[in-house]
């Protein structure tokens, strides 16, 4: 079982920057991969970003590339999302998710209750 608490969510003006992170308690000493998800107003939850706990290897959606970097600490079993120059559509209830080692690609299987983003322009 893992536990994940998301923190950081906050309204922020056009072109800012916030830091989100996601703390993941439980069974978190093996290679998992933890990621970001989004679900803005009227729109399906979408993908952020992800990164692996071996070798920190990270993955983007298109419309952030650029401006947004995963990170995470192993020690600490956290995850960070690092977003800059942010847009109104980036407006959205930011989720944390863990996929846990063996599970199918980006199949995650723990969430967490979501942090908030409002982009005010």
């Known amino acids: 079982q893992v536990h994940l608490v998301e923190s950081g969510g906050t309204l922020v003006q056009v072109g800012g920057s916030l830091r989100l992170s996601c703390a993941a308690s439980?069974?978190?000493?093996?290679?998992?991969?933890m990621g970001w998800f989004r679900q803005g107003p009227g729109k399906e939850r979408e993908f952020v970003a992800d990164?692996?706990?071996?070798?920190?290897?990270?993955d983007y959606a298109e419309d952030v590339k650029g401006r947004f970097i995963i990170s995470r600490s192993v020690a600490k079993s956290e995850v960070y999302l690092f977003m800059n120059n942010l847009q109104p559509e980036d407006t959205a209830i930011y989720y944390c998710a863990f996929q846990s080692p063996g599970r199918p690609w980006r199949q995650y299987d723990y969430w967490g209750q979501g942090t908030k983003v409002t982009v005010s322009s």
């Open positions: 439980g069974h978190t000493s093996s290679n998992w991969r």
């Open positions: 990164i692996t706990r071996d070798y920190g290897i990270t």
